[in-house]
């Protein structure tokens, strides 16, 4: 490979990997506006709110999605661009996979129409893995930056 074949390799290794870090940082924000639409969710569902709480519920479901997109692709790119770097994959797997295992579980109930079961998973299991995800694995990918 040529030295300007390197450089602009490089650049764009560099490029991705300063988007990855920036969408980290987005992600904290992110989690905290997903959160907030749960509880309007919540809220809407006990006030009986069926049509509001439907359309706020495909929102949920639809910000869960691009958020496991975006923290799938910052991962991907992290462990491409610095495979010298250690970082703590069991954190990460179990969220993900106990995070799917709650939309489905969370599209179960819908389909059964069962509020009170949606209620509670979107209560006290959805807002728990997301908070897990600001306390356990975004600031451990965050620190990479800094190693």
């Not at 290794?13 to 989690?31: Q, T």
């Not at 999605?65 to 491409?80: A, E, G």
């Not at 661009?81 to 579980?105: C, G, T, W, Y």
Request: hydrophobic share 40%; net charge negative; with cysteine.
């Amino acid at each position: 490979m040529t030295t300007a074949n390197n450089t602009a390799a490089n650049a764009k290794k560099n490029g991705s990997l300063e988007i990855a870090f920036e969408s980290i940082d987005s992600c904290f924000g992110y989690v905290d506006y997903i959160t907030s639409q749960i509880q309007k969710l919540i809220g809407q569902y006990n006030a009986g709110e069926t049509n509001a709480a439907n359309q706020t519920f495909i929102e949920v479901i639809d910000l869960m999605d691009l958020y496991i997109q975006l923290i799938s692709k910052v991962y991907q790119v992290i462990r491409t661009d610095m495979p010298d770097r250690s970082f703590k994959d069991e954190n990460l797997q179990k969220l993900e996979i106990h995070l799917l295992s709650v939309i489905k579980a969370l599209v179960q109930a819908k389909e059964k129409n069962d509020v009170i079961m949606l209620c509670d998973l979107l209560e006290y299991e959805l807002i728990d893995n997301l908070t897990q995800w600001k306390i356990k694995v975004l600031p451990e990918l965050k620190k990479l930056r800094n190693t």
